[in-house]
Structure formats: C-alpha cells, structure tokens
C-alpha cells in the first residue's frame, strides 16, 4: 500500500514510523509512506497556507489553493482522500480494516484551523476523527491510523501474531495474563491457571473478559 501525508508538521513523522513493525514493512516494500509539506505547496513568498473567514469569528482557515494543488500534484485517480479533523467520523478498527484494502491513501493533516469548505466538497472521500479529544494537529492522528492499518496488511504480522490476533477478537476486553514466578512479592498467580484443567481454565477467562467489559466498557456488550 502507498500512504501519503500532507502536513504542515512533517518533522513530527521521523521517529515514531521508522521504529518495530512499521519499520520492517516499509523495509520489506508492504509499506510506502511518503511525507509532504503543505508549505511548499503556497504561492507566495511568505508561503501563506491560511487566511480569516469570511463572515467573520475567530481561528483562520487552510486556504483550498495550496491544499488543491497538493493532491493534484500526489494523488492518483483511485487514491482515498482523507481529511482529519475533530469533525470527522470515528476511526475504529472496522475502518481500519476497510482502508487495508485500499491501493492508495492520502492522509490531509489540520490543525486548530478548519479546512475550507470547497475542500471537503471537491477533495476529501472521507473525513475521520481518532476520538473525542483535542489535539494541537492531525499528525499524530496520521500516525495512528497508518500504525492501524499497516499492522493489517498482509505479510507484516508474522503468522503467529495474526493467529493470536484473531484469537483476541471476540468483541470483549482481555483477560487477566502471568507469567513466572508463580509468587511474586507475595502476589500469587490464580490457582486455577496453575491447575492444568483447561476447560476450568477457559471458563475463568470468559467470566473475568465478560466482567471487565461490563465494568469498563458496557458500550461493547
Ligand atoms: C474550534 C473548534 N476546534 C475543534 C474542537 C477546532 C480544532 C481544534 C483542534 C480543529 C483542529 C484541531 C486539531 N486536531 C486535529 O486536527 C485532529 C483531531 C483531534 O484533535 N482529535 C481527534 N482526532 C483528530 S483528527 C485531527
């Protein structure tokens, strides 16, 4: 899969993207990550990417000229064009596994600033949000969603992470995991995993995954 990021912020992606899984499928050519700069895409001299509203109200707004131009100048025809913004609809492990599937993906990175309207209009095929949060910008969003979606691609988990992965998928929280010592600072592990029983084994994993999703998170149940 190509992904490309149109940011005002490139410097924020070296680091987090050239590390562990994602690292190795951009090695392996699963992933092809290129990072651009809504900068160089201004006109002016002052390389202006914003202006004020009209109608008035605070914040300005990305200018739709440089912004066009961009995905003029790096999108293909069949590229997925996403906005993001705290508007968006949520982005979630379902719309995750959909964008999998795309050859191409253009990511457009605000920040406090709104985009145009024309931009949402003409450009964008979608517009995603990573939750009810206020970040200073897209990037770290970005870099959420492309860790989401690589991770999915096939070849980059090795098949003993893909297996566990749909193991884990059951729609509830995970249970409670030890490791050795048995005892640790007095802390004991619970006797039934020490039993060998795995029927009565499994069933205290299911009791303790379904307790902690209705404690935590009723929303899924
Ligand atoms: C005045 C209204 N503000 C929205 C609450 C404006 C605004 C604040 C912060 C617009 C953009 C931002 C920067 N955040 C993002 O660009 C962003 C984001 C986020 O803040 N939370 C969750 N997902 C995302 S995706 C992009």
Redesign the pocket.
């Known amino acids: 899969m190509k992904i490309d990021v149109l940011t005002l912020f490139p410097g924020m992606f070296a680091g987090p993207l050239d590390e562990s899984i994602i690292k190795r499928a951009r090695q392996a050519g699963l992933l092809e990550l290129s990072i651009y700069n809504l900068r160089d895409y201004a006109h002016d001299r002052h390389k202006t990417v914003d202006d004020r509203p009209f109608g008035g109200g605070p914040?300005m707004l990305l200018k739709p000229e440089p912004i066009f131009e961009a995905v003029e100048a790096i999108a293909r025809p069949e590229t997925r064009v996403i906005l993001?913004?705290?508007s968006?609809r949520p982005f979630s492990q379902r719309v995750a596994r959909e964008l999998a599937k795309v050859p191409d993906m253009l990511l457009i990175?605000?920040?406090?600033?709104?985009f145009d309207e024309r931009i949402r209009e003409q450009l964008a095929d979608d517009e995603?949000?990573?939750?009810d949060?206020?970040?200073?910008?897209?990037a770290l969003?970005a870099m959420v969603m492309i860790d989401a979606v690589t991770r999915l691609l096939p070849g980059v988990l090795g098949d003993d992470d893909s297996a566990t992965e749909e193991s884990f998928s059951n729609g509830l929280l995970e249970y409670p995991q030890y490791t050795r010592p048995a005892e640790f600072r007095g802390m004991k592990v619970p006797e039934v995993l020490l039993s060998g029983n795995h029927a009565e084994i499994a069933k205290w994993r299911a009791e303790i995954a379904r307790q902690r999703t209705k404690e935590r998170r009723p929303d899924l149940l």
Do not use: Q, R
């Open positions: 914040g993001l913004s705290p968006g990175s605000g920040h406090y600033e709104g995603l949000s990573i939750g949060y206020v970040l200073t910008n897209g969003p």
